[in-house]
């Protein structure tokens, strides 16, 4: 393993850092002090609020709880430009649609087929 990654570019990635801004505005979109966030991700609110004021990454086995907690991929975690086609929502609906697509094909179609239904009432304003 050694040999794949050298020492300075594991250092190298380690240290990269974000807009520092960044996290503080992903938490904020997200309606989390850095309390909560730091509670749902299980570190110490502190670890939060110096990967904020620095824009340095946190550890990797945190980087999946940190974007869940937030609703964000990784990839917008890291401050990569997400892109506004396909994007799924987050929170509850997200884990909502996230069930509805483990369902059969059939049943995937009658929810798809209410859900239209019911935004396009609420659209006309019936």
Request: hydrophobic share 35%; glycine share 8%; charged share 30%.
């Amino acid at each position: 393993m050694q040999t794949l990654f050298s020492a300075k570019l594991y250092d190298d990635f380690m240290t990269t850092t974000v807009q520092k801004s960044h996290l503080k505005q992903l938490r904020k979109t997200a309606g989390l002090s850095i309390r909560e966030l730091a509670r749902q991700i299980g570190e110490d609110h502190s670890n939060v609020r110096y990967w904020e004021a620095t824009g340095k990454l946190p550890r990797s086995n945190v980087l999946i709880p940190m974007a869940k907690a937030l609703g964000v991929s990784v990839e917008e975690l890291l401050g990569e430009v997400k892109s506004r086609r396909g994007s799924a929502p987050g929170g509850r609906l997200g884990e909502v649609f996230d069930s509805v697509s483990k369902l059969p094909r059939r049943q995937q179609q009658k929810v798809i087929e209410f859900v239209e239904a019911f935004v396009e009432k609420k659209a006309t304003g019936s």
